[in-house]
């Protein structure tokens, strides 16, 4: 039997580029996002033919248990679950709206709840599993106008480091990968003087891919039995 991974927000981005890593390496994939569907189903056409995997997509509101629940009831095995599915907001706090607030954190928090709670109920019974969330390094140190996002993004990490603790001893490992800048649509509000500025602090002198975060999730779920708890930052250096 394969293994089986699950990645939210893979219709484009870096869960895409992650789905497409884990598809080479075999894994039979249920992939979500909420509304490319289409796209989505066109790309996991191409990598049920490339790869010989099955691939099932799914079209829902990550913030929503009922819909975790609901992709859940149609999984019976997993080795590895991804929370990628995230949205930013960048503006000053003192002018974000409480439906803004709720929505971020919703989105960003309540999933990685929702899914990690679902995935632990299937991997305990096989005692091994990776549960990978997709942070940021504005959640380790703080980002300027994206408080809130930094805040989901914090959330994410001490939910991480607690939840591999409270799994070890079940053989579950539980890491995030804290991202520096990657060239997605999530950055597409960037002017070029922007993007200029920025890319003069980062040392590795690139923005970074989706597919850099896709291999160094690869090399997480493929590394050592012994790590977890970590959150990693895949940033070039920059922070
Ligand atoms: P992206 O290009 O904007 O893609 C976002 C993905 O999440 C899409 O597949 C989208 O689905 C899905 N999504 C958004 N809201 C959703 C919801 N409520 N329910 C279900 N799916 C939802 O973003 P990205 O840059 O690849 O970011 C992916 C993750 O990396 C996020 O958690 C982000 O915070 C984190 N990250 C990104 C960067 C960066 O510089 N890009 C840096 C640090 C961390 P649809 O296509 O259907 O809308």
Known sequence: MNKSALVTGASRGIGKAIATNLAKE???????????????????????????????????????????KDVFSQIDHLDLAVNNAGISYVGLLQDMSEEDWKNIVSVNLDSVFYVSKEATKLMLSNHSGHIV????????????????YSTTKGGINSFTKALAKELAPSGIQVNALACGFIDTSMNAHLSEDDRAALLEEIPANRFGSPE???????SVVNGSSYMTGQ????DGGWI
């Open 212 to 218: 850099d975060v896709a291999a160094a999730l690869l």
């Open 26 to 68: 075999g894994y039979d994939l249920h992939l979500i996002c909420q509304n490319n569907i289409e796209s989505l189903n066109e790309y996991a056409e191409k990598l049920r033919l490339s790869h010989n995997i099955k691939v099932k997509t799914y079209a829902g509101d990550v913030a929503s248990y009922s819909f975790i």
């Open 231 to 234: 959150v990693i930052s895949v």
């Open 133 to 148: 969330n997709i942070s940021s390094v504005w959640g380790c140190v703080g980002a300027s106008m994206e408080v809130a």
